[in-house]
């Protein structure tokens, strides 16, 4: 059985992921854009690398097994054939366990990376593997791709190249805070490689097909054509860009009443916030230093932090709010122990807001307080000086959160579902919410709630 002779004619950033794969890099990622051959060029390296290396084992993996079967096994078979790969002569095909094993022992593995399903990667966990490559990384948790990283170079027994190669389209999550923003400022990992691409640099899209996307509507064009990581699809946000650009001022209110925001960190890489109020104005954002190792509770260390910030600021404890939920309560029970009689905020209890027939019109108080800040702030209600600590760290917090509304209740994307999609914790804003909420409540703002997101965006005061 004569062996076909793969010739591969890699594009100019095919070509620069192949060499970076050569030169010993760890994390490559390509993309950035729609039509830029990416998934091909996913499918090329791997197969190539399969009738290369003997007895080498490979993952390819998508968040969603359906839809990796429907779209990258599809282009694997499309390249496979383009190579002159006949399935039951080159290689066989196992499709209840999703792998093509060649005649030279070589396998490569399709596999599902869902943490939704295996919350733990279990499924990945004992894999043993040469290289993998992840398709459509951004729909992908960073646990996942931690794990998968943790796997490579398992099989590598005459030195080939160890390395996870990864595809996607521009996103505000994880992979923009862990790849683009790096690659922008310069400052990427020596193991870190990203490799932007858009249409213009596939040599296989027709001028035809070019002139079709630049015709396509902006936020889809800005995005998914032009390759604008800064430009967010803002269909289901609750702080669209040109909210958050209404929002800014230039300066500090002279006089109004002072009020404080705490999130406290959960765990982890979580933040402990503070925010600070004057009137209806953001002025600052603090992440107090806290000595971890210090033999004191944190919430002892935070709370001695907070009554220095409640001092330099001159806020009094009746105007000071705080998540309790998690670690927040033990600060709220040091602060009271002392005297400073703080307020408790449970973003998890019922809305009180109700409907006509008594349904909340949202499904927590979380939601109701973030809805009720989304439409101040399109209102001229609520607003954030632009020269405040942090404004871009809050800017990219305020823009992740999304809505959805069903069964008559007002829904926002949960802490816990953000920080998975984000790979991070909105704390920032979560710290703002807590600030503003007082103001509401102290009659500084008087809103009045529509129940209806149509109204979000009006002018109308």
């Not at 705490?262 to 104005?281: M, P, Y």
């Not at 944190?298 to 220095?308: Q, T």
Request: include cysteine; aromatic fraction near 10%.
């Amino acid at each position: 059985m004569a062996t076909p002779t793969l010739r591969i004619q890699p594009t100019a950033k095919q070509l620069e992921a192949i060499r970076a794969i050569k030169a010993g890099m760890r994390y490559i990622l390509t993309g950035g854009a729609i039509s830029t051959a990416k998934s091909y060029g996913l499918a090329q390296i791997f197969i190539s690398m399969a009738m290369q290396f003997p007895r080498t084992r490979y993952g390819i993996f998508r968040k969603n097994l359906t839809v990796l079967k429907r779209t990258t096994y599809q282009t694997f078979r499309k390249v496979a054939f383009e190579y002159g790969l006949t399935e039951g002569v080159h290689y066989r095909v196992n499709r209840s366990e999703m792998y093509w094993e060649f005649t030279n022992g070589t396998t490569i593995y399709f596999i599902e990376l869902d943490e939704t399903k295996d919350p733990d990667f279990n499924k990945v966990k004992g894999l043993e593997l040469t290289a993998a490559g992840i398709d459509e990384v951004n729909e992908v948790a960073q646990d996942g791709v931690d794990i998968v990283g943790s796997r490579v170079g398992r099989e590598n027994r005459n030195g080939e190249p160890q390395f996870v190669l990864m595809t996607c389209n521009p996103s505000d999550n994880w992979v923009k805070d862990r790849f683009y923003n790096p690659w922008i400022k310069g400052t990427l990992p020596t193991d870190h490689l990203f490799i932007p691409s858009l249409p213009k640099d596939n040599p296989h899209n027709s001028q035809e097909y070019l002139e079709a996307l630049d015709r396509m509507p902006m936020q889809f064009k800005k995005r998914y054509v032009e390759g604008n990581w800064d430009y967010v699809d803002d269909s289901n946000a609750l702080f669209p860009n040109h909210v958050i650009d209404r929002m800014m001022v230039a300066t500090v209110p002279k006089a109004g009443e002072r009020t404080i925001g705490v999130d406290v960190s959960r765990e982890g890489s979580d933040k402990t916030v503070f925010s600070l109020f004057i009137g209806d104005t953001l002025t600052d954002l603090l992440e107090p230093e806290v000595d971890r190792s210090d033999v004191a509770p944190i919430s002892d260390l935070i709370a001695d932090e907070l009554i220095l910030y409640m001092q330099k600021n001159l806020v009094g404890y009746q105007q000071v709010w705080i998540d309790a939920v998690g670690n927040g309560g033990g600060v709220v029970d040091s602060m009271r122990r002392r005297g400073y009689y703080v307020n408790s905020f449970k973003s998890g209890e019922k809305s009180t807001d109700l409907h006509e027939d008594e349904t909340p019109k949202y499904d927590m108080l979380r939601s109701e307080r973030y809805y009720k800040m989304a439409q101040a702030g399109t209102q001229g209600k609520l607003k954030i000086w632009k020269h405040c600590p942090w404004v871009e760290e809050l800017r990219r917090d305020l823009l992740a959160h999304t809505y959805e509304v069903t069964d008559k209740q007002f829904i926002v994307e949960s802490k816990t579902k953000m920080k998975k999609r984000l790979g991070r914790s909105p704390d920032f804003a979560d710290a703002v919410v807590m600030g503003w909420r007082e103001a509401l409540e102290a009659g500084a703002l008087d809103i009045e709630t529509s129940g209806s997101w149509d109204d979000l965006d009006s002018d109308d005061e």
